[in-house]
């Protein structure tokens, strides 16, 4: 099937002008255009967008997912696989940080005092950064 630019758009939930910017620098070109200029999508070009913003959500520069996406023998299933463990770390650390909250409330409140260490531990980004290197 073959979709506009303001059909894709709209089903990713980005601007039109992000299309045309990926388009620009290469990172998400359309199958085709029309003799009148439009961007044409296939089915393969939504799937490389959705991988596109899987990156973008795990914090990877768009030179960053160009590079990885255009790397030779780049596997999808691979790279979703990866990204899945990533996208856990990140919320079991943002759970780490939502309990951090609760205890700063819970002292702040007149309860146990937290230890200096214990104030921060949340904010280590060690697993995630490892996961980002693989």
Known sequence: MVYQVKDVAETAGVTVRTLHHYDQIGLLKPASTTD???????DQDLERLQQIMFLKELDFGLQEIKEIMDT?????KQALSSQKKLL????????????????TLYTIEGGD????????????????ERHQQQ
């Open 36 to 42: 009148s200029g439009y961007r044409l999508y296939t």
């Open 72 to 76: 030779p023998g780049f596997d999808r």
């Open 88 to 103: 856990l770390e990140k919320r079991k650390r943002l759970d780490a940080i939502i309990d951090l909250v609760d205890k």
């Open 113 to 128: 005092l937290m230890g200096k260490q214990e104030m921060f531990e949340a904010f280590d980004m060690t697993e995630i």
